[in-house]
């Protein structure tokens, strides 16, 4: 497994998670645009910050789960796994 969450696994988390679906494509151009506006709420990314934790292993930082947008959260989190690593 990689040390980096890539566009692609946050797609499938938002799906797995979050029951929304967001093609990988269309997250990378809209990574800017509130997690809100592509409908995964408070409880979503909540659910998404528990996947990750149990798929690396790692407790996630506590602003992952109220980080506003896609890019926020990816750069959260892969600098916090790459601290890890």
Same mark, same amino acid.
């Given at each position: 497994?990689?040390?980096?969450?890539?566009?692609?696994?946050?797609?499938?988390?938002?799906?797995?998670?979050?029951?929304? /679906?967001?093609? @990988?494509q269309?997250? #990378?151009?809209?990574?800017?645009?509130?997690f809100?506006?592509?409908? =995964?709420? !408070?409880l979503?990314l909540?659910?998404?910050?528990?996947?990750?934790?149990n798929?690396?292993? /790692?407790?996630? @930082?506590?602003?992952? #789960?109220?980080?506003?947008?896609?890019?926020?959260?990816?750069?959260? =989190?892969? !600098?916090?796994?790459?601290?890890?690593?």
């Open positions: 497994m990689t040390a980096q969450i890539t566009v692609e696994e946050l797609s499938g988390l938002m799906k797995k998670a979050a029951g929304v /679906t967001v093609a @990988p269309e997250l #990378e151009q809209q990574s800017d645009v509130g809100d506006v592509l409908g =995964v709420d !408070s979503g909540l659910g998404i910050v528990g996947e990750l934790e798929r690396h292993g /790692t407790p996630m @930082p506590p602003d992952a #789960e109220r980080c506003r947008t896609p890019r926020q959260f990816l750069d959260l =989190v892969n !600098s916090t796994l790459m601290a890890g690593a």
